[in-house]
């Protein structure tokens, strides 16, 4: 099993910035890659950004250009700053971990989850 603890999060006004940080625990050496999804009120979760073990990034349209994603392989975490944000990216922030392979089937692990408000 993987844990994922996250801490940031909070209020800020559009133009503002906000960092997210999860840290991952447990079979670390399963994990395939480590991202951050999001859902808003009456939405479906959707992909923020996403970083595999190899260093691959992968960012949703919608944040390109104004959200980073980076893993700290020593200290096994992986943070999202979040910059020139905007009332439309308040949601419930998410933690992922996807783990196993094609042959055994992949398994999702999330974080508790982190709420950002982006209020005018």
């Known amino acids: 099993q993987v844990q994922l603890v996250q801490s940031g999060g909070g209020l800020v006004q559009p133009g503002g910035s906000l960092r997210l940080s999860c840290a991952a625990s447990?079979?670390?050496?399963?994990?395939?890659?480590l991202g951050w999804y999001r859902q808003a009120p009456g939405k479906q979760r959707e992909l923020v950004a996403a970083i595999t073990i190899s260093g691959v990034i992968n960012y949703a349209e919608y944040v390109r250009g104004r959200f980073t994603i980076s893993r700290d392989s020593a200290k096994n975490t992986v943070d999202l700053q979040m910059n020139s944000l905007k009332t439309e990216d308040t949601a419930v922030y998410y933690c992922?971990?996807?783990?196993?392979?094609?042959?055994?089937?992949?398994?999702?692990?999330w974080g508790q989850g982190s709420q950002v408000t982006v209020f005018s």
């Open positions: 447990g079979r670390l050496f399963s994990i395939n890659s």
């Open positions: 992922n971990a996807l783990t196993g392979d094609f042959q055994l089937g992949y398994v999702d692990y």
